[in-house]
């Protein structure tokens, strides 16, 4: 701001809060912290220098915008341009939780569908290993 630039997000500057969870994760290395990618692949993501990493889940930080283009392949939008949410959960795709989207965009809202995601997120990654292990 000092130099005139444009603001950026507080979270790409700073990082996400460090709590007893995130540290954890880190340091287990089921969280680890990366520039924005290029496009998705069925099993991951690619950046522009060609490098590739397989996820299992892509956590998308855009600092409460509606920055949502990027998932435009996914087919989320319905015919009036918004996306169909139950909870967190986009209708379109069972997969996509939008944490801050819509009525949840605010720091209180995003905090308690943050919660809730994680507890859906959790359920249906249970009821996979389920299916998988049959």
């Known amino acids: 701001m000092r130099k005139g630039l444009p603001p950026r997000s507080v ?3 700073t990082g996400p809060a460090m ?5 954890r994760a880190r340091e287990s290395g089921v969280l680890e912290r990366l520039p924005l990618f290029e496009r998705t692949t069925p099993t991951g993501v690619v950046w522009p220098d060609g490098r590739t990493v397989e996820a299992d889940v892509i956590l998308y930080a855009t600092g409460f915008r509606a920055a ?5 392949p996914l087919k989320l939008r319905e015919p009036g341009g918004g996306i169909q949410m139950a909870g967190t959960r986009a209708l379109r795709d069972a997969r996509v939780r939008l944490v801050g ?3 949840s965009a605010s720091t209180i809202g995003a905090n ?4 809730a995601a994680v507890r859906d997120v959790r359920q249906l990654l ?4 389920v299916a998988a292990a049959r």
Do not use: C, Q
Request: proline share 4%; no cysteine; glycine share 12%.
């Open 11 to 13: 979270v790409g500057v």
């Open 19 to 23: 709590t007893d969870a995130v540290r």
């Open 68 to 72: 949502i283009d990027h998932l435009a």
């Open 101 to 103: 989207y819509g009525p």
């Open 112 to 115: 308690r569908a943050g919660r």
């Open 126 to 129: 249970v009821r996979d290993t």
